[in-house]
C-alpha cells in the first residue's frame, strides 16, 4: 500500500506533496527526524490530505498530478476550507 501525502506549514503557509509505504514515519521524517532536505525549513508539518493506492505507479501519477498547477489549485482549496 502506498500514500500520496499532502503536508502544509501553516507558519509560513507552504506546502509538499510527497508519496511513501509507510505514512507514519514519513511524517516523523519530516517533522522530527530529518536533518537535511527542504521540508526542515518549515517545521511543523500538518498532514491535510492522504491518498491510497495498491500499486506504487498509481501512487507516483497522482503525486505528480497533484504538483501541476490544477494539483496546486486542489490542495489550496482544502487549505482555505480548514
Do not use: C
Not at 3 to 26: A, C, H, N, P
Not at 36 to 64: C, N, V
Amino acid at each position: 500500500m502506498f500514500t500520496v501525502y499532502v503536508l502544509y506549514s501553516k507558519g509560513y503557509d507552504k506546502i509538499y506533496v510527497g508519496f511513501t509505504s509507510d505514512l507514519e514515519q514519513r511524517f516523523l521524517s519530516h517533522n522530527e527526524l530529518g536533518k537535511k532536505g527542504w521540508t526542515i525549513k518549515f517545521r511543523p508539518w500538518q498532514i491535510i490530505h492522504t491518498e491510497s493506492f495498491e500499486l506504487k505507479s498509481d501512487a507516483m501519477k497522482r503525486e505528480k498530478e497533484l504538483k501541476t498547477a490544477t494539483g496546486r489549485n486542489f490542495i489550496w482549496s482544502i487549505i482555505k476550507a480548514m
